[in-house]
């Protein structure tokens, strides 16, 4: 561990710990599990102001060197068998889960929305579903343009962020509208950004103070939620990103082995993390008769984590081949090598 920086594993960390959050608090609202509604719109708008943006970013960070390294078409079949294969079959298995017990669940689940899929992502998916089209559009204006113009398309996407009705009103449009500007925005910090700066421990301090101050202007003054796409809302994800950067170097410097394991095993969790949360929750409901909502939001996050991160080391251990990733692309793409 002492060999390279595991800062990013660290913002993953965070970034899917507030995802498990988001969704185990709004399964215990839709279950009319509730602490106060006060409570569940705030958190839940803090939240989702910037976990997913974070994702969005961390791809981006990567993205321009793995461009350089393995060229458009190898990229895009790496994407194929890495976001395309694990987002079909996972969509699938948690459809089918949730159609077993839709009697059970928030849901109305139904065989034809599981297999929709090719044209509506569902519940979490939705992000690889984004995120592998974004790749695609990414890889192909930089294949076009030179890494000099990182800076101009990040002023693009902004502006297509702040004005999406000059765009088609088409749904896989306007999902990569709403978060191209942060995929772009973590290709500008890779190319032209020093991330060690950010490990000071003033500037840490400075962001934590922006950040909180940027989330209380944002919610309490302005009475702005996070599904409001303005200016505002941009600047507070950017803010958020910033000071999770920050957070994550400063923790990095003495890396703790559960929570870089909780990082690097974010993909299984995030795919997974609904049929453990909801699952729990199931459990407890039904079967024991317990509607305490803090005890509730705490196995929900809990097993959310945990359970997938148990399923992680016995596929490991027991070298189960496929489960989070295949080459598909190859029988897709068969004359590309």
């Not at 600047?235 to 410097?253: D, G, M, R």
């Amino acid at each position: 561990m002492k060999n390279r920086s595991y800062w990013v594993d660290y913002a993953k960390a965070i970034g899917i710990l507030l995802v498990v959050y988001g969704h185990v608090l709004r399964g215990l609202y839709d279950a009319n599990i509730l602490f106060s509604k006060e409570f569940y719109e705030l958190s839940d708008s803090v939240v989702y102001s910037f976990h997913m943006p974070l994702f969005f970013f961390l791809s981006g960070l990567f993205f321009y060197n793995s461009l350089l390294k393995y060229g458009g078409i190898k990229l895009i079949k790496n994407k194929i068998d890495t976001i395309i294969y694990p987002y079909i079959i996972w969509s699938i298995i948690q459809g089918l889960i949730e159609v077993f017990l839709s009697s059970y669940t928030n849901g109305d689940s139904s065989y034809s929305e599981i297999f929709s899929l090719i044209w509506s992502p569902r519940q979490q998916f939705w992000f690889l579903y984004t995120l592998f089209f974004i790749f695609i559009l990414a890889t192909t204006l930089f294949l076009i343009v030179s890494k000099k113009a990182a800076i101009p398309i990040f002023l693009l996407s902004i502006f297509v962020y702040l004005y999406p009705s000059i765009m088609p009103n088409v749904f896989i449009i306007n999902i990569i509208s709403s978060n191209f500007v942060f995929f772009s925005f973590g290709i500008v910090f890779s190319l032209y950004f020093r991330v060690e700066k950010l490990s000071n421990t003033v500037t840490l301090y400075f962001l934590a103070v922006l950040f909180i101050a940027s989330q209380f202007y944002f919610h309490q003054t302005y009475l702005l939620i996070h599904s409001d796409k303005r200016i505002e809302s941009l600047l507070l994800a950017l803010i958020s990103i910033i000071f999770i950067v920050s957070l994550s170097t400063k923790l990095s410097l003495k890396p703790n082995k559960l929570f870089v394991f909780i990082g690097a095993s974010s993909m299984a969790i995030f795919i997974m993390h609904v049929l453990a949360g909801s699952g729990i929750r199931i459990i407890l409901q039904t079967l024991l008769n317990i509607d305490t909502f803090v005890f509730h939001l705490f196995a929900g996050c809990f097993f959310g984590v945990f359970a997938p991160l148990f399923a992680v080391i016995l596929i490991n251990k027991l070298k189960i081949p496929y489960v989070f990733s295949a080459p598909i692309s190859k029988i897709i793409m068969p004359k590309y090598k």
